[in-house]
């Protein structure tokens, strides 16, 4: 079958099959729902913090820059709800890759400020409830924002994670080397045809990139989870398609 078509396919079924059940308009669901439920851990590699359990038999590994507007939409109103259930009820495990690159390109330092403040938070134990706050909270992507101040303002909406040792990581930009080696981790996950990397937010799941032409599964709820059921429940299949 000629490459592409057969992802096509599936991602029609997909379209049809959430069509079926019903649109619903899209509303970000309650923030923090079990998130003590997930472990969260930094991988052997340094840059990739691993959240949910690690036997998960699915793994989805996503490329996010705390100033994209698109991760935001993802993570709020799109995909980031339903896999968020499937880390809960252990159907799948999240490799979160990053991102600062913005920063250069809108001017500021706000993404690089976040990606340091989010791996703080990950010392504590607090990168998932961390995570969704910065995200519920992001400025317009052409502000620089997510200044140190801001961070900790936002660090207090969650339960535990502000202290001497965070507040002094955030301001202090503790963990600097962290956020150059994710940019460059996010760099080299584009391979030879993108060397700046793959965009954001990008999806790979089991080891399979969603082509940047099916993107917008990515933001539309339903349809992402539809997609996880698909591939936990058929894995044979997932790993045949054509991308």
């Known amino acids: 079958m ?15 099959t959430v069509a079926g059940c019903g649109q619903r308009a899209a509303e970000a669901k309650p923030r923090f729902a079990n ?30 820059d705390p100033r ?6 993802f993570e709020t109103t799109g995909g980031a709800p339903g896999l968020r259930d499937a880390m809960i009820e252990r159907m799948a495990r999240t490799e979160y890759t990053m991102a600062s690159f913005l920063d250069a390109r809108l001017g ?32 317009e ?3 620089d924002g997510f200044t140190d101040a801001r961070l900790l303002e936002l660090a207090g909406e969650v339960k ?14 503790k963990y600097r080397s962290f956020v150059t080696a994710s940019q460059k981790m996010y760099e080299r996950a584009g391979g030879a045809d993108d060397p700046d990397g793959p965009g ?10 969603i082509p940047a032409e099916y993107n917008g599964l990515l933001l539309d709820g339903d349809g992402f989870a539809e997609l996880l059921n698909r ?13």
């Open 160 to 173: 535990g994670l502000r202290g001497p040792a965070f507040d002094a990581a955030v301001t202090s930009m």
């Open 108 to 139: 500021g330092s706000g993404s690089k400020k976040a990606v340091n403040a989010l791996r703080a938070a990950l010392e504590e134990g607090k990168f998932v409830e961390y995570h969704e706050v910065l995200y519920a909270n992001q400025p």
């Open 231 to 243: 591939i936990y429940n058929r894995p044979g299949e997932w790993e045949d398609y054509d991308l």
């Open 200 to 209: 954001t937010p990008t999806a790979v799941i089991n080891d399979k990139l």
């Open 68 to 73: 994209c507007p698109y991760c935001e939409e």
């Open 35 to 64: 998130a003590g439920q997930l472990p969260e851990t930094l991988a052997e590699d340094g840059t990739t913090i691993v959240v949910g359990d690690p036997d998960a038999k699915m793994t989805v590994h996503l490329y996010e």
């Open 2 to 16: 000629v490459r592409g078509r057969r992802w096509a396919v599936l991602c029609a079924a997909v379209v049809l």
């Open 141 to 143: 992507e052409s502000v």
